[in-house]
């Protein structure tokens, strides 16, 4: 078997799809002729958003994982502020004050490319150790944090190992960094960083094609070592989980983040309407929400409709997403949000269940959507569409099967390709 050696930041107890994304990548690679060899924070010094204990059962018996100690700002931010460390893209946080506006800044401007560079050096100096003794030729860096792509450009520099850069999300252009209040020197050097990776990377990774597009759009000559490998579910997360969605409960139900940016209000004002035609629905968000989805909800006056539930660990979505009777897909009203794919949407699809989303008609998701579910992909202004939509649903099940081809196991033989060939 080829050993290669995998670093990434986010690892279980880590909660969250990206944690999944290589978690799973980690599961099957030996099938594929990999064996790989994990790099990752030690829990004591990270700082995860979210933790998701029942993840660490999913890690493969005999997998050689590698973990460091790490400096990080957000332990000072937390008892300065005495809160938890902050969301993606600030889901779950009120308008910032003058306070937060500072911490944000400093983020902004004194971390580049994000806060948890601080892992950069620990890792480095373990990396180098396992490189010389395992005679690594194969070095896989996956982001965010996308501090962790500069260690795989010092070990490229170093080693001349080969080197995959895994890109779950834009760099310079993600849309959170607009709320960093950063200055013109910050992201000059931001983008010299992003652009010092894609092009000294052997092969490139991305989850969807728009993102491709994004790194490509003034750097043509990368977009042929540019792969799209989207994120997908794993059949053995849908085994023996309880699935009780045959009872007559009607419940709408959103798995995941919910940030500011996330257009709530009109599908909000359509379940209202939808509460008009037929009282029993059920609305039910489950993560992390800002709070300005709650004040809209008791502005409607729907409190006695709609339910929220703090974040729960990946099984107990799993099962969540299985007994809904509509799921809610929402893309955040961002620039260049046409290429989001969460690893949620392709556990929406694998569980056969209605899919109703809110976001643009061109993008990505839509399109895989239109292909693979029974869904309908609207503006959040259309309210008629949304209502009809969930009203009728309930007609259309088993109409289309579960594809194969976004699931874990395929995926990462497609990845397994990229490493062998």
């Avoid at 955040?332 to 949000?337: Q, T």
Wanted: aromatic share 10%.
């Amino acid at each position: 078997m080829k050993k290669v050696l995998v670093i990434t930041y986010y690892w279980p107890p880590s909660g969250g799809s990206g944690v999944q994304r290589w978690l799973k990548f980690v599961k099957y690679f030996r099938d594929f002729g990999i064996d790989p060899i994990v790099l990752t924070v030690d829990p004591d010094f990270a700082t995860f958003p979210n933790f998701d204990y029942s993840l660490q059962n999913e890690i493969p018996e005999g997998i050689e994982i590698h973990k460091t100690k790490a400096k990080s700002p957000f332990a000072l931010y937390s008892k300065v502020r005495q809160k938890e460390v902050p969301k993606v893209g600030f889901s779950g946080e009120k308008k910032p004050g003058f306070i937060e506006k500072i911490m944000r800044f400093i983020r902004g401007n004194f971390f580049i490319p994000d806060a948890r560079i601080g892992w950069n050096t620990f890792a480095l100096e373990k990396a180098r150790e396992i490189i010389q003794a395992n005679d690594i030729e194969y070095v896989i860096t996956t982001s965010p944090p996308h501090s962790t792509q500069l260690i795989g450009l010092a070990l490229k520099h170093e080693f001349n190992v080969k080197w995959i850069a895994d890109l779950r999300d834009p760099w310079t252009e993600i849309y959170y960094n607009k709320e960093l209040y950063r200055t013109s020197f910050a992201k000059k050097k931001d983008y010299r960083l992003e652009q010092a990776c894609l092009q000294k990377a052997d092969k490139i990774v991305v989850v969807s094609q728009d993102i491709k597009r994004q790194f490509g759009a003034n750097r043509t000559e990368i977009l042929e070592k540019i792969r799209v490998i989207p994120n997908g579910y794993d059949e053995d997360d849908f085994i023996e989980t309880n699935n009780d969605n045959t009872s007559k409960l009607k419940v709408i139900r959103y798995i995941g983040n919910l940030g500011e940016q996330y257009p709530t209000s009109g599908f909000l004002q359509a379940f209202a309407e939808l509460l008009q035609k037929d009282a029993e629905w059920k609305l039910e968000f489950i993560g992390n929400c800002h709070e300005g989805v709650k004040h809209k909800v008791n502005d409607l006056g729907i409190a006695k409709s709609v339910e929220f539930i703090s974040y729960v660990d990946h099984k107990k979505a799993i099962e969540y997403m299985l007994n809904a009777t509509v799921l809610l897909m929402i893309i955040p009203n961002i620039e260049n949000n046409k290429g989001i794919l969460t690893g949620k949407l392709f556990e929406y699809l694998a569980t056969g269940n209605p899919i109703i989303n809110i976001g643009p008609k061109d993008g990505d998701a839509a399109i895989i959507l239109s292909e693979n579910a029974i869904s309908s992909t609207v503006e959040s202004n259309e309210s008629d569409k949304i209502v009809e939509f969930i009203l009728n649903s309930h007609d259309k099940i088993d109409s289309i099967k579960r594809s194969d081809k976004f699931s874990r196991r395929n995926l990462t033989k497609e990845m397994a390709e990229l490493i062998l060939n």
